[in-house]
């Protein structure tokens, strides 16, 4: 089966899967309805494909890679939760209630659109249309479209591909807001969101405060190129005993039981309660998820189809800037460096078809004796070299029960990453 077998169903299923959903807004009756309709005729259409699907053999050899690719985003996504709150919580709550978002030439941009545009133009703008989730969905929808032949072999490579590219992204991502922390544009989202304390960390006290306010502070830190002011008196640090990951209260600093009211947290529970961080954090991770998405939807399905996907992230893209949970600046740099980053991994799951170039190979390696054979008028040595490179990466066929213990397996797995993904970042 060809990559062309079902031109255009998997571009059809993603306009279907993103209109059904918007119907949450203008029609929630119908979308309860749809929705889980919708959701059980993809699953079935995939259940009712994968006996007939030729290719398993290449998606055994590739899940290796994809559970490997697993093991490392999810390592990565435990790093950045940790540093999302550090950087949250090292300067206290005082600090992102008094501190000034930055200056923004893009959320200026868009307040201007909002005064000349047509106000439908505005409505359509404003419309919660897409979110993280539904960039996930459409890339399992691009996924499981190689069992009808929409997308090359195999799929779990180009979930590899997909999961290895989002974990590196993150480490970058860790990387550029913990070196220099940015106030958030919404100032009052620490403090409805966090239960930390007040005041700045021992090492924001010491090294950050003192010369926050003061230039001629600043001019004489830099002139000694060493800290030299005072600290001022603060409340010590609540120091709770989490055995072996005692080196996380530093970065987590969690609240003195005694002023919350309730019982002392262990460092599990005090990093999944914010839910993610406060501070502006340079790139933005949901315009990143967004651009791998079409990334892998312009190379793996070129066509309207990722016309359409692209045209979702540039929706998504100036919501992040009019709802402030960014500045221009971390939407921009989200886009290219997903880009970059997309195409730097291409060595996981090619878009050229290396089987192709293989026989082409083998047949340049074997020009001399196709051309001795066809002087000598052999034709059977010539048709055995061509059956030999026709034969060159034919597919293992598998007995009728490793196919439907592998092929439900794989099912199985995928569906299930799939609904949890779907699930825990349903609300961003």
């Known amino acids: 089966m060809g990559v062309t077998a079902y031109p255009k169903a998997v571009g059809v299923a993603a306009v279907a899967y993103v209109g059904v959903d918007y119907l949450r807004e203008v029609a929630p009756g119908l979308h309860s309805v749809l929705q889980p309709c919708l959701w059980c005729f993809f699953a079935v259409a995939a259940a009712v494909r994968a006996p007939y699907y030729e290719y398993w053999t290449r998606e055994l050899r590739s899940i290796g890679i994809f559970l490997g690719s697993l093991v490392f985003m999810i390592s990565c996504l435990c790093v950045e939760a940790m540093a999302v709150q550090y950087v949250t919580t090292v300067l206290g709550l005082d600090w992102h209630w008094s501190t000034a978002p930055l200056p923004d030439s893009g959320q200026w941009l868009v307040l ?3 005064e000349k545009l047509p106000a439908a133009i505005v409505a359509f703008l404003r419309a919660p249309v897409i979110g993280l989730h539904h960039f996930l969905m459409l890339f399992l929808l691009l996924g499981f479209s190689v069992l009808y032949g929409c997308v090359k072999a195999p799929g779990m490579g180009l979930g590899a591909r997909y999961m290895f590219t989002m974990g590196c992204g993150r480490l970058i991502r860790v990387l550029t807001f913990v070196a220099t922390i940015l106030p958030s544009a919404r100032p009052w989202c620490a403090h409805a969101r966090f239960k930390t304390a007040n005041h700045p960390h021992p090492w924001a006290q010491k090294y950050y405060t003192p010369y926050s306010k003061d230039p001629n502070m600043v001019r004489q830190v830099i002139s000694q190129d ?3 002011a005072p ?3 603060y409340p010590a640090e609540y120091v709770p005993n989490w055995g072996s990951m005692q080196f996380l209260v530093n970065i987590l600093r969690p609240m003195d039981p005694a002023q919350t009211g309730q019982g002392p947290e262990n460092w599990f529970s005090t990093l999944k309660r914010a839910g993610g961080g406060c501070n502006d954090l340079v790139f933005s991770g949901h315009m990143y998820v967004a651009v ?3 990334m892998a939807w312009q190379e793996a399905y070129p ?4 016309i359409f996907v692209w045209l979702l992230v540039a929706h998504t893209g100036q919501r992040e800037i009019r709802e402030r949970h960014h500045y ?9 460096v997903g880009i970059l980053m997309w195409r730097t991994t291409g060595w996981i799951w090619s878009k050229k078809d290396q089987l192709q170039e293989l026989r082409i190979k083998h047949l340049a390696a074997a020009e001399d004796e196709i051309q001795k054979a066809a002087k000598e008028g052999d034709l059977e040595k010539i048709r055995s070299i061509l059956n030999k490179t026709s034969k060159l990466g034919t597919e293992e066929k598998l007995s009728g029960r490793t196919l439907l213990f592998f092929g439900g397996f794989i099912l199985f797995m995928t569906l299930s990453l799939g609904l949890m993904a779907f699930t825990l970042t349903s609300d961003g």
């Open 292 to 294: 791998l998405t079409a």
């Open 303 to 306: 066509g309207w189809g990722s």
């Open 231 to 233: 600290v001022a008196n």
């Open 226 to 228: 060493q800290a030299f």
């Open 112 to 114: 201007a659109g909002n």
């Open 328 to 336: 221009s600046v971390d939407v921009v740099s989200g886009i290219y």
